[in-house]
C-alpha cells in the first residue's frame, strides 16, 4: 500500500495594476482612475529561495510521534525520532511477594504514514542520558537533541498496520523491567520511599527510532497518557496465581518532540550537498519547496516593486497576493486553509505570520469545488504589510516574505508543496497592486 503525499503548486511573481476602477475617491484632490503600469513587462522576475535546517519548527506537544527513515524524491533521506518520558503511577498496590516477568512499550497508530507499509519496520529504543529540558519558551523542535546512550533497551521487527487505534507492543530488556518494578516496590527507592520526582531522575526518557536509516517508511503515532505508556507484568503464585499489570502513561505532551532532519547528499540531484546544509534553489533547478516538519518555508521577494512606486503622484489602495494550484494538480480544503504568510526581516530571518484586524493569522480567501474536493485560488490580502514598507517611497532591496503552513499537524507532517519558478508559470502566483493616481 503506498501514498504519495507530494503536493505540487507552479510558483511565479507578476506585478500588476488594476485596470479597473472600483471606486473614486476625493480627499482634498480629486483621485482618477487606477494608474496603469503596464505590470508584466516592467518586473525582472521573481527571486525566491528557500533554506532547510535553519528555521526550527516546534514539535512538542503536538500529541503525535514521527518515527522512521523516507527517501523524498526532491529532498533526500528524511529521518525522524521521537523522544518521550514515562512516569510511574500515582497510586498502585504491589504484594510483598508479587514477581516481575516483563515490561513493553505500547504505540497507538494515528494512520499517518509516508511510504510503502508493505515493507518489513525496525525500531530501536535508546534510553536517554540528561533529562528532557525544553527551551527558554518552553517547546522542543525539529531540531533539538537530548543525549542518549548507547545501548538499546528494546527492538521491534514488524510489518506496519497504520489503522487508527490499531497498537504495536514491544519487549524490551527485562533488566530495564526489573529495575523499575524493584524501585516501585521501594526496595531501591531512597528513605522516603518511591516517588514521582525521583522515578523521573532515574528514568528521564526514552528515544525511538529507526534501525536501518536509509529506510523508506514514517509512520505516525498518537502521543498521550493513554496511547504511549510502558507496560509491567508481574504474577504471584499461590493456589491460583494472580496477573497484574502496571501501567506507566507519558508523564506530559509537552515533553515529548520530534527530531526531524534531512540530508540532502542522498539526492545526487542537488549537486552534492552536504547533511542539512541551508538548500538554495540554485541547488535543485529552481525549485523551491515548503514542509514544515523541516521547518522548510519559501522565501519570495519583489524586484519590481519599486517601479511600481516611481510616479510621486499615485497612492496604494490595495495588495493581493494570489496563488493558484499548477495544471494537473490540486489544493484539499485542509491544505488552502493551513497556507501562511510569515514576516522576512532584512537579514532573511522568518518572523510570525502576518495577522488580520482581529490579531489572528491572516488566512487567504479561497473558491472550493465540494465535489472535487479542490480549491481553485488562494488570495491573501497584504495592503497593510506592503503599505508599511512603501509608505516613504522606498522599498528596501531585501523587501520579503515567507510562504509556508500553519496548523499543529503540520509540525509532525511530511507533507511537501513544491514551488516551480519557470517562467511560464508565472501566473500561478501574483502581487496584485491597486494604485490612484492624482492630479499634483
Not at 64 to 74: I, K, N
Not at 155 to 179: C, E, H, W, Y
Not at 189 to 216: A, H, Q
Not at 332 to 352: P, W
Amino acid at each position: 500500500m503506498m501514498r504519495n503525499n507530494l503536493l505540487w503548486v507552479a510558483a511565479g511573481l507578476a506585478l500588476l495594476v488594476s485596470c479597473n476602477d472600483p471606486f473614486t475617491l476625493t480627499v482634498g484632490e480629486e483621485f482618477v482612475n487606477p494608474l496603469h503600469q503596464g505590470g508584466d513587462s516592467r518586473h525582472p522576475g521573481p527571486r525566491s529561495f528557500h533554506h532547510a535546517g535553519r528555521f526550527r519548527e516546534r514539535t512538542s506537544g503536538q500529541g503525535a510521534m514521527v518515527v522512521g527513515s523516507y527517501q523524498d524524491e526532491e529532498l533526500g533521506l528524511i529521518q525522524c525520532e521521537s523522544y518521550f518520558q514515562v512516569v510511574m503511577p500515582t497510586t498502585y498496590s504491589i504484594h510483598e511477594d508479587e514477581i516481575f516477568d516483563s515490561i513493553s512499550l505500547v504505540l497507538t497508530y494515528n494512520e499517518n504514514y509516508y511510504g510503502d507499509t508493505l515493507s518489513l519496520q525496525e525500531y530501536d529504543l535508546f534510553p536517554l542520558t540528561e533529562s528532557l529540558d525544553s527551551d527558554d519558551d518552553g517547546a522542543s523542535y525539529n531540531i533539538s537533541e537530548t543525549a542518549f546512550g548507547s545501548d538499546a533497551v528494546g527492538t521491534i521487527r514488524f510489518r506496519p498496520r497504520p489503522v487508527k487505534n490499531d497498537s504495536l507492543s514491544m519487549l524490551l530488556d527485562p533488566a530495564l523491567g526489573q529495575s523499575m518494578f524493584d524501585y516501585m516496590t521501594g526496595e531501591t527507592s531512597g528513605e522516603d520511599g518511591p516517588s514521582v520526582t525521583e522515578f523521573k531522575e532515574i528514568y528521564p526518557g526514552f528515544v525511538l527510532m529507526p534501525r536501518n536509516s536509509d529506510g523508506n517508511l514514517v509512520l505516525g503515532f498518537t502521543a498521550n497518557d493513554s496511547t504511549l505508556y510502558l507496560k509491567i507484568h508481574t504474577h504471584l503464585d499461590g493456589l491460583q496465581t494472580t496477573v497484574q499489570t502496571y501501567i506507566l502513561p507519558l508523564t506530559s505532551r509537552t515533553l515529548q518532540y520530534n527530531r526531524i532532519r534531512c540530508d540532502w547528499s542522498k539526492n545526487p540531484a542537488l549537486g552534492g550537498l552536504k547533511g542539512d546544509s541551508l538548500l538554495p534553489s540554485s541547488a535543485s533547478g529552481d525549485r523551491t519547496f515548503v514542509q514544515s516538519g523541516l521547518g522548510l518555508y519559501t522565501k519570495i521577494s519583489f524586484p519590481g516593486l519599486a517601479m511600481a512606486i516611481e510616479p510621486a503622484n499615485s497612492i496604494m489602495f490595495s495588495a493581493l497576493l494570489s496563488l493558484e494550484p499548477a495544471d494537473m494538480t490540486r489544493w484539499t480544503k485542509e491544505v488552502a486553509a493551513n497556507f501562511r504568510i510569515y514576516e522576512c526581516d532584512y537579514y532573511g530571518n522568518r518572523g510570525d505570520p502576518l495577522v488580520s484586524e482581529s490579531n489572528a493569522d491572516l488566512t487567504a480567501t479561497f473558491t472550493y469545488d465540494e465535489f472535487y474536493d479542490e480549491t481553485n485560488s488562494l488570495v491573501f490580502d497584504v495592503t497593510d504589510y506592503v503599505g508599511a514598507e512603501i509608505q516613504d517611497r522606498y522599498v528596501h532591496p531585501e523587501f520579503a516574505f515567507f510562504l509556508g503552513m500553519s496548523g499543529a499537524s503540520n509540525a509532525t507532517s511530511l507533507d511537501r508543496i513544491l514551488l516551480g519558478t519557470d517562467p511560464k508559470e508565472y501566473k500561478n502566483l501574483k502581487l496584485k497592486l491597486t494604485f490612484f493616481q492624482y492630479d499634483q
